[in-house]
């Protein structure tokens, strides 16, 4: 069963912009992370966060994380035609039997 | 590239064949995943293994057998598929430790098209 919901489901912009996608999701987390598919490929690992941190970067990526509003967002900065992909959160549930979930990822496309 | 090896790349199989998806790692993972994704879907997870003992099988139907013969091969046996079954199988790899804290590290999948 799916545990995240990022919106939007689709993002285009123009190279050099920022990037935010948001990711909602609805019960108890250990942490979240962010995953990157280009097409046809396997995921990629992005970023992990942890659900007592607020917000953390990588290189050109900002996630933040809201356990009260059980949100979180990813922010690329000066995107690239490179970044064009899925995204997708996952969350790792509390619990004895946690698992990773994915949400529904966002499609996006940098235009050049 | 990835350092979880899938093979093959793609197949194509009747619905009475019998085929196997094999996966392979180096990284001394001790865990090990098959995820299920269709076309501009997220990855469904089928099962996982963890010291290779089963530890997670998500209702899976029998026709899809997993197997983890040692800690660096994971292997998904397919008999009497459906065409609903056709989709890209993905497995992947993360570190055994605190439950969940480890990133999973994925191959590029099989992408599976059953007639």
């Known amino acids: 069963s799916q545990q995240g919901e990022e919106d939007p489901q689709a993002l285009s912009i123009q190279e050099g912009e920022n990037a935010t996608m948001n990711c909602s999701y609805k019960?108890?987390?250990?942490?979240l992370q962010w995953y990157r598919q280009n097409s046809g490929r396997g995921l990629v690992h992005l970023i992990l966060?942890?659900?007592?941190?607020r917000e953390k970067h990588s290189g050109r990526l900002r996630v933040t994380l809201d356990t009260s509003k059980k949100s979180s967002s990813l922010l690329i900065t000066a995107s690239r035609a490179a970044d064009t992909a899925s995204y997708f959160c996952?969350?790792?549930?509390?619990?004895?039997?946690?698992?990773?979930?994915f949400g529904k990822g966002i499609t996006l496309s940098v235009r050049p | 590239d990835t350092e979880v090896t899938q093979t093959p790349k793609h197949l194509v199989m009747g619905m009475t064949n019998k085929k196997s998806l094999k996966c392979e790692q180096h990284?001394?993972?001790?865990?090990m995943y098959w995820y299920k994704q269709k076309a501009k879907k997220p990855p469904e997870l089928m099962f996982v293994?963890?010291?290779?003992?089963?530890?997670i099988n998500e209702s899976v139907p029998s026709r899809f057998s997993p197997e983890c013969p040692n800690s660096s091969l994971l292997n998904l046996h397919l008999h009497a598929l459906q065409p609903e079954d056709s989709a890209l199988y993905l497995c992947?790899?993360?570190?055994?430790?605190?439950?969940?804290?480890?990133?999973?590290?994925f191959g590029n999948g099989t992408r599976l098209t059953v007639t």
């Open positions: 992947a790899s993360s570190q055994v430790g605190r439950r969940g804290y480890s990133p999973l590290h």
């Open positions: 019960t108890s987390i250990n942490n």
């Open positions: 966060i942890r659900s007592n941190e």
């Open positions: 996952a969350t790792v549930n509390t619990g004895a039997n946690s698992k990773l979930t």
């Open positions: 990284m001394g993972h001790r865990a």
């Open positions: 293994y963890s010291y290779e003992k089963l530890s």
